[in-house]
């Protein structure tokens, strides 16, 4: 899931490089020229073809790299286990100007004559009513790895994020690009 927002990340911050860049390249070539009106629409069509491009591509990219994540989860993760939660640490996340707190259970479960004590690093309960100590709750493992753990009922805020974020970067990207090249941009801004 990092590793998806961390490619997000990357990706905006390169389209607007993009847009930049390609602008400055325009806008250089002509300095020192007399532009016209053809040449004054592609220097603002040429960087949003650009940057709504990347943002198609972006949104595309995060939701086959969230549908390809969830499908390797579950392809991993197919061993149910009773496990019992003994503990439930409380985790602050977000910044300083907004700040909230997620629960992450601790679960121990034996396997194979083996016990184990699982934990992640975050749960998605941002009303803290998780998991409680005590609590016996079936969570999936591999049997390979079994120091961690799918929890199917867990993390589902999260994942609908990344599917609506990647949604509106493709809905975003494709509809600046469709204005530019349908012809829509020309006819709204035709002088005279």
Not at 79 to 102: F, H, L
Request: proline share 3%.
């Amino acid at each position: 899931m990092r590793k998806i927002r961390r490619i997000a990340s990357i990706f905006a911050f390169t389209a607007a490089i993009a847009a930049v860049v390609s602008f400055l390249i325009i806008f250089f070539r002509l300095s020192g020229k007399q532009i016209d009106y053809g040449t004054a629409k592609d220097i603002i069509k040429a960087p949003m073809i650009v940057f709504s491009t990347i943002t198609v591509v972006e949104g595309l990219i995060i939701l086959a790299g969230m549908f390809i994540l969830q499908k390797r989860i579950k392809e991993k993760y197919i061993t149910p286990i009773e496990a019992v939660c003994v503990d439930s640490k409380k985790i602050a996340a977000g910044n300083q100007r907004y700040r909230y707190y997620c629960m992450a259970p601790v679960y121990q479960f034996t396997l194979n004559g083996t016990e184990y004590t699982v934990e992640k690093e975050i749960y998605d309960n941002y009303d803290l009513d998780g998991p409680q100590t005590g609590d016996v709750k079936t969570i999936y493992i591999d049997e390979n790895a079994p120091d961690y753990y799918w929890n199917p009922t867990g993390g589902k805020m999260e994942i609908v994020f990344m599917y609506v974020r990647g949604a509106i970067f493709c809905a975003i990207g494709a509809s600046i690009l469709f204005f530019m090249l349908s012809g829509l941009f020309d006819t709204i801004f035709k002088i005279g």
